[in-house]
């Protein structure tokens, strides 16, 4: 099956400092990359995803970057808010994709 | 549209009980996805549909687990019998492809004793 890995696992920052997370796969047929936020207790929803023939994608204070030759794509946020906190989970291919374990987020004000 | 719906809430049984999660996709989405959450384990695909008709089940644990979804408005995933290493949160997804966003619902707790 696909391997696939998010670092840092966990990440904390200031308030207003950037954050960037990290997610690498393994299957080269991938051409879908979206990151998911899910906040404590609540469902994952989508907040950014990019497809492959584009290498970035920017929403207000959210980026995602691909590169598709070493597999990787990331996710970052500018400007961080203490709302922000939350698990960040990434899923190369989409539904029927492997989900990353998940990334920490908290925001300190 | 109210979105994905998925019932009941919180259910806790006990071992042994049989166990039956619900789940309304919306409307024209052709794909529906069942995965569990465990901190453990993360979150784990289980099965999904393209049409109604199932594709991919490998991420079932085991015979006790099964999926079915009769029409395109409603799926249904049983434990039976249940054991206490199924607690989790079952979440229902759909998506109008297999490749785009995923619509999750609220999720079912499940707690088995």
């Known amino acids: 099956g696909e391997n696939v890995e998010q670092h840092p696992s966990t990440l904390s920052v200031q308030e207003g400092d950037s954050a960037v997370i990290k997610c690498t796969y393994s299957?080269?047929?991938?051409?879908?990359f979206p990151w998911y936020k899910q906040e404590l207790g609540k469902r994952p929803q989508l907040i950014i995803d990019?497809?492959?023939?584009?290498g970035e994608k920017k929403d207000q204070r959210i980026a995602v970057t691909l590169n598709k030759t070493a597999k990787h794509f990331s996710l970052h946020i500018t400007e961080t808010q203490p709302e922000d906190s939350a698990v960040y989970f990434c899923?190369?291919?989409?539904?029927?994709?492997?989900f990353g374990d998940g990334t920490t987020l908290t925001v300190k004000p | 549209d109210a979105g994905v719906i998925q019932s009941p809430r919180h259910e806790v049984t006990e071992m042994g009980q049989e166990v039956t999660l619900r789940c309304k996709p919306i409307?024209?989405?052709?794909?529906l996805f069942w995965y569990r959450q465990t901190m453990m384990r993360g979150l784990e695909l289980l099965i999904y549909?393209?049409?109604?008709?199932?594709?991919?089940d490998s991420g079932m644990p085991e015979d006790r687990f099964s999926a079915k979804m009769p029409n395109a408005s409603f799926s249904t995933l049983k434990i039976q019998p249940s054991e206490p290493r199924d607690s989790a949160v079952y979440f229902c997804?759909?998506?109008?492809?297999?490749?785009?966003?995923?619509?999750f619902g609220e999720g079912s707790r499940l707690t088995v004793l």
């Open positions: 549909f393209n049409n109604n008709v199932p594709i991919d």
């Open positions: 997804a759909s998506s109008p492809t297999n490749t785009g966003e995923l619509f």
């Open positions: 409307s024209g989405h052709d794909y």
């Open positions: 899923a190369p291919k989409g539904g029927k994709s492997t």
């Open positions: 990019i497809r492959s023939n584009v």
């Open positions: 299957d080269s047929a991938s051409n879908y």
